[in-house]
Structures are given as C-alpha cells and as structure tokens.
C-alpha cells in the first residue's frame, strides 16, 4: 500500500511538473522568439515556431476545426511520444537525485502526456467523434485550447491546464467568445 500511495503521489506531483514544462515549451519557444542567440538560430526551434505559431494559429484562427485527414497528414498537431521520451532522461536524471520512482516514472507520464495531447488535440482540430468527445472534461478542455487560438497568449496548456493556472495565463471567455464556441458544438 505504501508504495502504492508513493508511486501515485509521484504521478500527481510529476503530471504537475508536465503540465508546467509543457505551458512554457508551447509560451517561450512556439510564440516568442527566444532572446537567447542560440536558441533564436536553432533550426529546431525555429521549424517549431514556424509550424505552430504561423501554420497552426493561421489555419485554425477563425475555424477551429475542420474534417479529418488521413493518417500521416497531421503531423502539424501531433506530439512524437519517441522524441518526448527521449526528452524526458534528461529530467529523469535530475529526478534520480531525490527518487528513483520519480526518475523512471517520469518517462512514462510524458510518454502517457504525448498520447492524451495528441488524441484531444486531433479530436479539437480534426474531429473524429472519438469515444470522449461528448465527455464534460473534454468539453471543458476543447473550450480552453479554443481560446488560446482566440487569445494566443493565453490558455498554453492543452492536456492538463495547471500550467496556466500557476502561471496566470487562463483567458476569460466573451460572450461572443461563448456564441462561437456554443456553435463549435463545445459549450
């Protein structure tokens, strides 16, 4: 039972810490030019940038969603779960410092991150009725990430909005922002 409760804190506490790496990747890399030289030049981020912040935001700023697409034509608004888990070693390195339940936890809550960003994201931009669509918590999220492509400065978070919370950054909803998303069938 113990390590039960241990392994599910540091789920909790590590789905938090997701929530607040995702909310500044999407804030200071895919909207704003980094000031950094380095990172302003990296050809990464720079496609990042492009990708999001002009193709993203351009295509879906006044329909949020459009018909599906076949498979392998939506890289765009896709997270690659091979590259996050990756990414996410360098953070579990750290981790193995305080806990090696959180260290090898974390690959798998960016790995289990990834999966649920990409299936409610599609589900927001390329709608398929997926098995949670009717659901009231997808429903909430759609209305949040809906905003952002209202307010690109707000709303960074897509999967679990603590980021934004923490951050300051949740936007308030007009009534016409809510006409608009009544339409869009998410309010």
Same mark, same amino acid.
């Given at each position: 039972?113990?390590?039960?409760?241990q /392994?599910?804190?540091?789920?909790? $506490?590590?789905? /938090?810490?997701? @929530?607040?790496?995702?909310?500044?990747?999407?804030s200071?890399?895919?909207?704003? =030019?980094?000031?950094h030289?380095v990172?302003r +030049?990296?050809a990464?981020?720079? =496609?990042?940038?492009e990708?999001?912040a002009?193709?993203?935001?351009?295509?879906y700023?006044?329909l949020?969603?459009?018909?599906? /697409? #076949?498979?392998?034509?939506?890289?765009?608004?896709?997270? +690659?779960? &091979?590259?996050?888990?990756?990414?996410?070693l360098? $953070? @579990?390195?750290?981790?193995?410092? *305080? @806990?090696?339940?959180?260290?090898?936890?974390?690959p798998v $809550?960016?790995?289990?991150?990834?999966?649920?960003w +990409?299936q409610i994201?599609m589900?927001?931009?390329? #709608?398929?009725? &997926?098995?949670f669509?009717?659901?009231?918590?997808?429903? &909430?999220?759609? &209305?949040?990430h809906?905003l952002?492509?209202r307010y690109?400065?707000k +709303?960074?978070?897509v999967?679990l909005p603590?980021?934004? *919370?923490l951050?300051?950054t949740?936007? =308030?909803? @007009?009534e016409a922002?809510?006409?608009?998303m009544r339409a869009?069938g998410?309010?």
């Amino acid at each position: 039972m113990a390590l039960f409760l241990q /392994v599910a804190g540091w789920f909790l $506490v590590l789905a /938090v810490l997701m @929530s607040l790496i995702e909310h500044q990747v999407h804030s200071r890399l895919m909207h704003k =030019k980094p000031r950094h030289f380095v990172l302003r +030049n990296l050809a990464a981020r720079k =496609k990042m940038f492009e990708r999001h912040a002009i193709l993203h935001h351009r295509q879906y700023f006044k329909l949020f969603h459009d018909d599906p /697409v #076949p498979h392998g034509e939506d890289r765009g608004i896709q997270l +690659n779960i &091979r590259e996050g888990f990756v990414e996410a070693l360098p $953070v @579990s390195l750290v981790l193995a410092l *305080f @806990s090696y339940t959180a260290a090898l936890l974390f690959p798998v $809550v960016v790995c289990l991150h990834h999966l649920m960003w +990409n299936q409610i994201h599609m589900e927001m931009h390329k #709608p398929e009725g &997926r098995f949670f669509a009717q659901w009231p918590a997808y429903k &909430r999220l759609a &209305r949040h990430h809906y905003l952002h492509h209202r307010y690109p400065d707000k +709303n960074f978070n897509v999967a679990l909005p603590a980021g934004d *919370f923490l951050f300051g950054t949740m936007a =308030k909803a @007009s009534e016409a922002d809510w006409q608009a998303m009544r339409a869009e069938g998410i309010a």
